[in-house]
């Protein structure tokens, strides 16, 4: 059941997000043609190019977020969530769909807005002075990583998407936990919003001083970074399982409302 709910999620959504790209890629290339001519020759139509580009990148991004918190109020919290939840699907799977795909489009949105942008920007030759420049680095990060450097690339992904999950989920608790009030709905899953993100941080700067109290004498600095590897390494490492159990509690809090305290009334 869960694939079909990413099936329509993904349908519903979209349907909005495949026409922002196009239009995105499209007006990136025809920006990119209008400078290749010359800006001076067509100095209107460049301009306008290049407001609409903007116009849309700024919207993809903005569309994305809106969507985002759109499809969890709408489908789990308004008069749709007396259909969705009567399927039989168990909470869970409706909130795990919807993060899966919000991920899935925030992704997908960087890398079009980065399509888009090496299509203004690259010249002639570039693409293969990136390609070496690339080489390059990775050539020099190996002698010095050796090996490891493919466990810090994983690490630094994971924590990537780890903290891409804990910023939407903390919105759809935030969200949730303000529909327990009868009244002024938006303004307590804001005040929820500032609340869940102070306890939050409190509790990442109390984690962030455990090796500062239990290893006084180490200090970083770019001389000794990569002799540090495997501090960093732990390091990173916590900072994953942190935003893990962060993420876990988001989730759980959301996945306990709609199971449990719901009132779509």
Avoid: C
Wanted: proline share 3%; aromatic share 12%.
């Amino acid at each position: 059941m869960l694939s079909k709910l990413l099936k329509y999620e993904l349908k519903a959504t979209g349907r909005i997000f495949l026409p922002l790209f196009l239009a995105l890629l499209m007006f990136a290339g025809i920006t990119r043609l209008i400078y290749s001519i010359g800006p001076e020759k067509w100095d209107a139509p460049a301009s306008i190019s290049m407001a609409i580009y903007i116009i849309i990148m700024v919207g993809m991004f903005v569309m994305t977020f809106i969507m985002m918190i759109q499809r969890f109020y709408k489908n789990l919290l308004s008069d749709e969530g007396y259909l969705m939840l009567t399927l039989p699907v168990k909470p869970w799977k409706h909130i795990l769909s919807k993060l899966l795909v919000s991920m899935l489009w925030m992704v997908t949105s960087g890398i079009a807005a980065l399509i888009s942008i090496l299509i203004i920007t690259l010249e002639k030759g570039d693409i293969t002075k990136i390609v070496v420049g690339l080489l390059t680095v990775y050539d020099q990060v190996y002698e010095q990583l050796g090996a490891s450097m493919y466990l810090l690339s994983v690490e630094i992904i994971i924590g990537v998407l780890i903290s891409l999950a804990s910023g939407i989920l903390i919105l759809y608790a935030s969200i949730a936990l303000g529909h327990l009030f009868s009244k002024h709905r938006m303004l307590a899953s804001f005040g929820a919003f500032i609340a869940l993100s102070t306890l939050s941080q409190i509790l990442f700067t109390l984690i962030g001083l455990i090796p500062e109290a239990y290893f006084p004498d180490i200090h970083i600095s770019s001389n000794d970074f990569i002799g540090m590897q495997h501090l960093i390494q732990w390091v990173i490492a916590g900072g994953i399982i942190f935003t893990g159990l962060l993420s876990a509690a988001y989730f759980a809090i959301t996945n306990f409302i709609l199971s449990k305290r719901l009132n779509l009334e």
